[in-house]
């Protein structure tokens, strides 16, 4: 079964309301249009976020969805800014709108998942994006701390996962400024995401399947 296959089995599989279902197929329509490596990217980190959370005891469906959307802004962005290709400074001030368009395009209809993508690249230092100030003050303080916690594990698949199968030097496009070559990905990880080790583990272990 390829990854599509598998996504598209378990957005049905998760039957979830307000039709999230139905707003992810729609993303996976546009974002196969003109981008594509972006579309694999998501269905990888869907996957890698649901296997994590599942270990890590987390909202399995949350870690789903958040993981398959996240990058839903990039869709307002030019296709070849993610075609592996080195970019500029000033490309990569136009990536960095994707977080915020991300929340853009979806609070009015799933403000959990919008959350979550608008913060998947403020959980580390030097980030960008929403900040947790813009969390809603009438949210009860677990269902906040629950988006920082898929927002946390989302944003480290992703990371993972770039590094795992993005051609360009990623790393270098990002804030962290060093070379992949410098130590091993976990350490960076753990340089990204203080004491969140053993996120960083079961995101490590659940990678596997995936570069295999
Ligand atoms: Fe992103
Ligand atoms: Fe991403």
């Known amino acids: 079964m390829t990854y599509s296959e598998r996504v598209?089995?378990?957005?049905?599989?998760?039957k979830a309301g307000c039709n999230l279902g139905h707003t992810s197929m729609v993303f996976l329509a546009l974002i196969s249009v003109n981008h594509v490596l972006v579309k694999?990217?998501?269905?990888?980190?869907?996957?890698?976020?649901?296997?994590?959370?599942?270990?890590?005891?987390?909202?399995?469906k949350a870690a789903f969805f958040a993981g398959l959307l996240h990058d839903i802004g990039k869709l307002t962005l030019p296709s070849g800014l993610f075609d592996d290709g080195e970019i500029d400074a000033e490309e990569y001030q136009q990536i960095k709108t994707h977080a915020i368009a991300a929340y853009e395009i979806l609070d009015d209809f799933h403000l959990f998942i919008a959350l979550c993508a608008g913060l998947h690249h403020a959980v580390y230092e030097h980030g960008y994006g929403l900040t947790t100030e813009e969390l809603p003050k009438n949210w009860p303080v677990e269902l906040k701390n629950k988006v920082i916690r898929i927002a946390t594990l989302v944003s480290i698949c992703d990371f993972v996962d770039a590094a795992s199968h993005r051609k360009s030097r990623f790393i270098e496009a990002s804030s962290l400024k060093v070379r992949k070559e410098d130590s091993s990905l976990r350490d960076k990880l753990i340089e990204q995401y203080p004491n969140k080790e053993t996120t960083?583990?079961?995101?490590?272990?659940?990678?596997?399947?995936?570069?295999?």
């Open 8 to 14: 598209l089995e378990k957005i049905k599989e998760h």
């Open 40 to 60: 694999v990217h998501c269905e990888r980190v869907a996957l890698l976020a649901e296997n994590a959370a599942r270990v890590l005891d987390l909202d399995v």
């Open 200 to 212: 960083i583990d079961a995101v490590l272990e659940a990678n596997q399947e995936f570069v295999a």
